[in-house]
């Protein structure tokens, strides 16, 4: 028993932080309580575990039983155990039944929106369910008027900050450990948009962030990496181009060409009303959005 627990019952511990059930013995007895479908796949991961030591380990590792749990599909839906990402407006509900039943997802909304959470966060449930087998979020690298090119250092150096948002994500939703273990796996990827031409990206969850600031060709290029298995996500606020051209913007092209698609294309549009960040977020928006108005050449040049 004691090898199945782990010193401190440190075995128990992962499993229960990753399926949220309670597990507690009684005698030589196991008794593990909570949602059915967690209960089950934390069986299921215990069960691996001990043919793992009947067969001559010792000694589990956390990265095994990481190993285990990964290798047992979850039915369910992961957002349900995560409070904070539950939907607490009309504009999110929608979004999440979009990407819950469509395989092309195109978000548009202020900052403060849950745009890229939810999107990471579904992504990580359909891998969890075993819908696919990577996930893969992807940026522009050009942002702010700064191109790559013009910027010192490595390649790494370059790309590091136009991604730490999405770092950002993954590490809120999972333990840094555990996001570092699948990136060295090459279960997640993140990488500049530039590095998916070329590419067909079968059984993965690919998400576009910070779309606003995507050319044209580039939004067609990403849009047709999509492969068997796959789901795309773009998200992004068509009001904070960076573009010197507003009207190149290949976001927004998208937007008006593929409302009209069809089923398996979904289009959303979060609002002011929809930031929950943080209380004062939403006055930030609002305060910008009053400011840019009142600028407008029809209203006048404020100060």
Not at 97 to 116: F, I, M, R, S, Y
Not at 214 to 222: A, D, E, G, H, P
Not at 249 to 260: C, T, V
């Amino acid at each position: 028993m004691q090898e199945i627990f782990g010193d401190f019952d440190s075995n128990l511990r992962t499993i229960t932080g990753r399926f949220n059930v309670k597990i507690y013995a009684k005698g030589l007895d196991v008794f593990i309580a909570g949602n059915g479908s967690d209960v089950t796949a934390a069986k299921r991961t215990l069960r691996k575990m001990l043919k793992s030591l009947r067969t001559g380990n010792h000694e589990l590792s956390g990265e095994e039983i990481e190993d285990f749990a990964d290798e047992v599909p979850v039915d369910g839906n992961f957002l349900q155990h995560l409070p904070e990402f539950r939907p607490q407006t009309e504009g999110q509900r929608t979004y999440l039944d979009a990407l819950e039943n469509n395989d092309v997802v195109l978000c548009h909304g202020p900052a403060g929106t849950g745009k890229t959470y939810l999107a990471i966060a579904s992504a990580i449930d359909h891998y969890r369910r075993k819908k696919v087998r990577r996930i893969v979020l992807t940026r522009p690298a050009v942002e702010a008027g700064e191109k790559l090119g013009f910027l010192p250092g490595s390649l790494v150096d370059k790309v590091n900050p136009y991604l730490i948002p999405l770092f950002d994500a993954l590490n809120d939703l999972l333990r840094f450990e555990r996001v570092k273990r699948m990136m060295d796996r090459n279960i997640i990827e993140i990488a500049p948009l530039a590095f998916m031409r070329g590419r067909s990206l079968n059984n993965s969850y690919i998400i576009l962030d910070e779309a606003q600031n995507t050319t044209y060709s580039q939004m067609k290029m990403f849009l047709t990496r999509m492969g068997r298995g796959s789901r795309i996500v773009v998200t992004g606020d068509i009001t904070q181009t960076d573009l010197e051209n507003v009207n190149r913007s290949g976001f927004r092209h998208a937007i008006r060409i593929l409302k009209q698609s069809g089923p398996g294309i979904g289009i959303c549009e979060l609002t002011k009303q929809d930031v929950v960040r943080h209380p004062i977020v939403q006055r930030i928006v609002e305060a910008y959005d009053f400011d840019e108005q009142r600028e407008r050449p029809d209203n006048g040049k404020g100060d």
